[in-house]
């Protein structure tokens, strides 16, 4: 870290500060960004910060010109004196996501519990971002509550999570579910997924909000994004009562 | 039956021709209706049909003065040629419900499940109505999906119903559980409890209609009368394809 | 039937033990996936349950795929010990719906009744997935409430139905009309016909739920299969209560 | 009519000139004003026009001091010169309308069919505005889809109308039938009747727009008034492309 | 005219009885037909009634198609006994409308009054179809209420009309102008034109519904067609109180 | 002023640095305070700043012990070095609003234009705040644009405004009028004045931010103080630019 | 704690086996129950569990005969054996919460932060929650995004808290700021404070959730209680990957 | 200026007196008209107006076409008498507007400060219309309320300004940290960015009129136009008050 708290790219004022405040660089959110404007970003990023970069909803062409680029603006200069050589990033697909400089694991294990096939890509959005700030992740699919023991069958797994993000769309009962069968903090994200009266996500959000379980939090529809960056937060907390 | 189709009473047009379209006579809602009205139709119902004649949503007062007027109207003129003399009617509070002549038990049963203490209104006016048409009710409460285990312990009453009615407000997620669970018609309920993101039912209708469980009906916000009415119906068509 | 509550594909939990608890195998939803996934389930269907297999919502393309995979997979191995031979499945396109090994009818009968033309794919959609499961499906097309003389001349057809499926856009009033006409089950599908004021069919469904008739029950927007399956679920208390 | 455009009370700003553009005078609308400002105003159009003067939405006791007020005012002074004096004013209560100086009948009739017994208030204002301004009124009540019998039975009514006014709420489904069986105009008039999915009115004002009738018109919800004022355009159109 | 009620087409059920019921042939709603159905359509109409058929919402390519099969298939056959040989069709690109044996002229006037250039689809609609069925229609654009003067130059030809016709997106604000400016009918289309807070039209439609002048009716979004409905209606009670 | 950024009296922390970032002492709120909350905060303005002090939303009873609570507690105790004597306050019912020691005239003027009677409470509002805090203000009632004429006769008062202040209720329109009458700032003010379609608000609120006339701007519903607030940020900078 | 799972009690089910599962026993939701419903179902907690028992929304004339009802029940028998006496509880009026047997601080931090004066109830209900569950808890008051320097100046505060609980209605943008300021988990709580656009909380929590300060959670509009249980959650999380 | 009032080109009534009456020729919407249209019309405002002509939401391909024509026509023709000769006009891709005869700086400072790289498009179209029409503008970028320290960094160019237009999505928060912070006119605009529950910009649009801020005023969402219209407004009072 610089101790610097801002770079101004002329088309973006880069938060370099955000590691030193929240222990994690923050992360590019790359919907309507070109490929230069991401690599430009992830490059600062990367020279300001020590932790890991991450570029969620990357679309495949536009992460491949990003990765190309970060490599041959980085290869072109010496690096900074002191800073470490840009590494390689990669890429996960069915994620849309671009890392680089993955944290290491820190023992703190999250369950992403998705409610049916549909809702897959919002969880491998949360478990592919949990995993590079370093959370220890674990997914459980189709345990959607129209089929109670397929979720029962998992209790003991979800009992042994420090955290649980359930992803759910439709009317998204199954926050409730789980949030009546375990203790640790469960984040719900409701999904667009659906039709009709499923309201784009509105629905499920809504009747998250409303659930019987007490102590549910919510995050915004389709955000794994969202979801995971609170399990980070949980994480940290519970690091730092450790301490 | 008189075998006539209406009666116009002026401020009202009854159909008494509806018991033998549909098999029971029209159901007087008692929203907005002064007591003499609502013992004007009650009236005419009990002379031109031969069901049980019920009126919903009367609250104490009135329902005290509909069945002490359509008592003492009833005492002042000889029946009709070959008409019964009218019956007495009973009033039952916690379901708002007037009930003239109850059907007698047909063999059908319904489990009315309420998810929580506050949807037990409208759990009882569902309850009241069925068994005065002539279902055979029984109610399970308190089995919302936060506390699984509730729900489980009461399968085998769930699976062996003819019908059930579930009862469910904020996110309405017992819909999705017990459609899961039985094999038999599920109607649910949405009901107006709650607060905040439930609003006012809403939520838990949609959320019923985006339900993951397959085949579930839907009746309107805290109609616990379009449900035993949803009922009725059904078991109207079992006992048809019985014969 | 196996016994086995449910198969692990990895991108699908496959629920193999809902035949045995609701008396019909789980429905494949194709919307977001692949042929080859769609052929896997359904091919794990046909093992491990006995009743018709069904795949919804398959665009033509996907649709001739998954029949060809599941015939290849099929004729690639021999049957497991004491199961039947795959049979071939049929495409049926204006339902979008794929079957294997369809019910043989058991003389449950449905009138699928839908107000326009335009309304026509949701209603071959419920019709073709009841006949699938063994109903006796008839349909009356294009009688909306603005042609009364077209509704009336239906009646007979309504009132010799087992259950009415009612399919409705716009203002989705055919649903209060033909339930005021007839004694048996009345299950409202609301379409997304219509523009501006119908809300792609919030206001049909809303309207349906506000409805002056009683004991209609409600499904989701487009869900011809909600429907059909509510039928189902109809048919099957229907035979119970029979024997 | 004495030519003038308006008067400014202080607190209002009287349009006495609208009897001249538009064949009526003001219609004072009461909610939120007091009966000296009622009065007040009534007054100012008695004696500035000569069509009749209109309150609605007037509360019982506030429309006895109305009455009284305008009387004891209109004794205090000699009429200006060449005009008439102010003339007694009648109150309707279920209507909750103050009239004075009604038109005479010009021939135009109105049929106000209302679909149930708790749309009647409605159905009242727009009767009583409608008869108060010169129109023909018959009243058609509780003529719901639920019941077509009733409906079909009132046909002939209804084809002899000039203009129908319905009132309806719940599904407001009325609109589009009586569309479907009539020629002449249709304004549909939701109210606020029902409950839960109804939406206080929203429900039957969007129903009533997504018609499969043809050629039907929608005033606000509740507003008996607006319907009795396009009746009146209407009427006058009538009048003038006959001489 | 042939007196029958309706034609089975299979696909539909043309609705034939409508001319005499109503004084016009059904409308074709041409959205989601293919050629070969409108086409079939519009056969049955011309020889089972004497009026102007017209089909509406029809793409270009699709108009010509129909055209060339209604003339095609009139060629094939010679005309049922005492029936007049089928016309050639027109098409109206603008307003998307198929036109065949168009109504003379009957001496009823209407305007339409747009307020933005973006409403011009809509009001070519609502004059091409109101032409078409005999009514004598002009246009007014371009008179927004946020240049007044333009709207105030145009009085003379407003008060003229027997009708109005109101074409405005946004916040519709035209209608309560012209609505008060004016003595005769006004029908009222908002339109979806404009971005955000218009949602779609919503706005309009809510703000026609809440306007402050008195009497105005309004029809569903877009729907030039209904407002057409609308006056057509209109000048059939305008006729009938003549003679 | 003294310098200081703000007081925290346990139960609020007083902005008194305010009238040095903003021009204007924090305004209090009254709505949920008790008369001893609005009394405390109210002297404490008094003793830090310099300028105007306003209670806003209070209602009669209150607002009489709020001005016996501030003379009382200031008649205690000595002014504070330097201090003026805490001056008396006034009470205009109407506004609901409590002014201590109101700003002298500025020379920048006001209009503020009410569309309706209903809208009287809200237009009283805007113009006793903007009066107490030295705005010049005139106000226009009953110009709605249902009767152009009365507006049109106030064109000239419109245009010698240095801003405007619209407050409409129902479909606001008078905003779009006077917005294309005049080049001076807009503000609309949309009130809940209306029912059914106008929503308690949004409507007028939607209509205006969708209004055809460049450049208006809005603020929240009913808010007559955050036009108020928005004219004296306008009065401050017209001041900027003379000097 | 005696293992059981529930306890029937006939108008409710009492989950006394929350405790073992979640940590904490069943807390009680008191609108629309009596107090002697209260009563019983607090007393089978105190009995069947170990931990700290709640009642929320609890008003001050039945809280007062929840005490004195639970006190004399208790008093009449002698407790089962094995069992302690079942303590006095306590009534917190602002927060509208009895409280039995709170938990020990066990040294996890929260700091409750509120926009504005308004929030303080919720701010409340949430603090005396989460302390009667043993975390530690301070507040911080009035400090909205109208006036950074309040929030600035609490920066160290709320950087040394374990969790924040954001408490604000209206445009809710409190949670944004606080969630960018620290590392720890921020749960935000819309408030149904405001008018107008604040659409009693949706506007917040809608504005919450489409936060750009990533990780940020929301609960249910007015939902202290949420929060709260929220921050239990995280507490226990934190404890266990300590040990 | 011509003292005309308004131009009829057929497809359009162009209205050349808003310059005398607003101090700026009407401004030509481009979306939804042909490049023909433009030209036109743009041409008619150059030859009846004397400032600048804009047009906005004009496509790179139409953009240039309209430049090429409006020459081209200018080219063919003398000018009339006393006109100047037609200028060439310039397009500004990223705003989406093509300018003719821009004003020259007039001294009024605007700062368009933007909360994320996604409102950069709106941002953009305020700036350079503000711009076209005489505003001294600075751009501020980057600056959400998630990093703080971003936006107090600018404070001091923030308190320089004359007036500030705030660009946000989202949960638009920046809006009311602004108005806290500046004393001077601050003009929200709600912007479509962001997903789920921003819901397209209404979010973002209540939020801001619900805004702890006093004072502040929103326009439509993505209304950069708008936004810079009202900054026309202001300084053209602003220049008044000083002469």
């Known amino acids: 870290m610089t101790g610097q708290e801002s770079v101004d790219l002329g088309f973006a004022r880069v938060d370099v500060g955000r590691e ?14 070109t490929a230069a404007e991401i690599a430009s970003i992830v490059r600062t990023l990367l020279r300001h910060n020590d932790g890991p970069v991450l570029a969620t909803r990357v679309e495949p062409e536009t992460a491949a010109a990003v990765l190309a680029e970060v490599d041959r603006a980085s290869g072109d200069r010496t690096p900074a004196a002191g800073l470490a050589p840009v590494p390689h990033g990669t890429y996960d697909a069915p994620a849309r996501l671009l890392v680089w400089r993955p944290a290491a694991p820190a023992g703190f294990t999250v369950v992403v519990a998705a409610a ?8 491998r959005e949360a478990a592919a971002i949990a995993t590079a700030v370093g959370l ?5 699919t189709d345990v959607g509550v129209a089929g109670l023991h ?8 979800l ?3 420090d955290t649980i993000i359930v992803v ?6 199954l926050a409730s579910a789980i949030g009546g069968l375990v203790a640790c903090p469960v ?18 959000l809504l009747a998250m909000h409303a659930s019987c379980a ?12 969202g979801a995971a960056m609170a399990a980070f937060r949980l994480s940290r907390v519970a690091r730092r009562t450790t301490s």
């Not at 397929?150 to 797994?157: G, H, K, S, T, Y």
Request: proline share 4%.
């Open 116 to 123: 049916g096939t549909a809702d897959q890509p919002v969880a």
């Open 150 to 157: 397929r979720l029962l069958a998992e209790q003991d797994r």
């Open 136 to 140: 220890t992740v674990t997914t459980v």
């Open 187 to 204: 984040v719900a994200v409701p999904t667009s997924t659906g039709y009709g009266a499923g309201l784009e996500g509105i629905t499920a």
């Open 20 to 33: 030193a405040r929240q222990g994690l660089p923050e992360v590019v959110y790359g919907t309507g960004k």
């Open 159 to 161: 009992r042994a999570a």
């Open 168 to 173: 759910a769309g439709m009317e998204g009962a």
């Open 214 to 225: 007490a102590g549910i939090t919510v995050v915004n529809i389709d955000s794994g994004f």
